[in-house]
Every structure is written in C-alpha cells, then in structure tokens.
C-alpha cells in the first residue's frame, strides 16, 4: 500500500509562491509516476503536472507554463511543485497521486494512489 501525505498549502497573494510537498510511506516507491491535480469548487479535478519514475515531465502547459515546477526525490520518496506567480485561478485544493506506469497520463482515473489534499488560496 503506498500512503501519500501533501504539505506546503495556505494562503498567498497574488504574484506570489508556494512550495507543495508529497510524501510518500508504505510500499517501495520505485517505478511509480508522480502526478498533481487540483480541483476548484465546482469544477473538475484537473491535471497539473506530472514526473516518472525517470524524470519525465509533463506539464499542463495551458493552465501552469513557465510557473509551475516538479520535481522529485526517489531517494527521499518525495515529489515537490514550486508554484511562481501564483493567481487567484490558481486556488483549489492540490492533490499529489502515484501510478505503477511508465509514462506520465493526465487523466486521474489512472492513477491508483491519492493524497488527502492541500488548500492552496490565492488573493487578489
């Protein structure tokens, strides 16, 4: 069973960053692809970005380019998203999600593991 544990939320003006954290605990990590959602109140649970057990990035270049960063640290089992220039579009709760998959998939019905959720508020 593998346990993913978000941190790294809260409330930010516009302009400003965050620092989201996914932890991992139970299973080996290795050879899962790490995925962000988010999901805004009244909306769908949407891909943000993701990164493969080898380091391939997808983004969800329409809603997140050139503010968004992932990475990841097989060693320490985590998976971080820098977020930049954050914008009150941005607000809704981030989920971080593991696959046992090769590749990164936007969709989130292909992803097995979920974490509980973190708030991230942008103000205006």
């Known amino acids: 069973q593998v346990q993913l544990v978000e941190s790294g939320g809260g409330l930010v003006q516009a302009g400003g960053s965050l620092r989201l954290s996914c932890a991992r605990s139970?299973?080996?990590?290795?050879?899962?692809?790490m995925g962000w959602f988010r999901q805004a109140p009244g909306k769908e649970r949407e891909f943000v970005a993701g990164i493969s057990w080898t380091g391939l990035i997808t983004y969800n270049t329409d809603s997140v380019k050139g503010r968004f960063t992932i990475s990841r640290s097989n060693a320490n089992n985590t998976v971080s998203l820098q977020m930049n220039s954050l914008k009150p579009e941005d607000t809704a709760v981030y989920y971080c999600?593991?696959?046992?998959?090769?590749?990164?998939?936007?969709?989130?019905?292909?992803?097995?593991?979920w974490g509980q959720g973190t708030q991230v508020t942008v103000s205006s």
């Open positions: 999600a593991a696959g046992r998959f090769p590749e990164v998939r936007r969709s989130r019905d292909a992803y097995e593991y």
């Open positions: 139970g299973r080996t990590f290795s050879g899962f692809t």
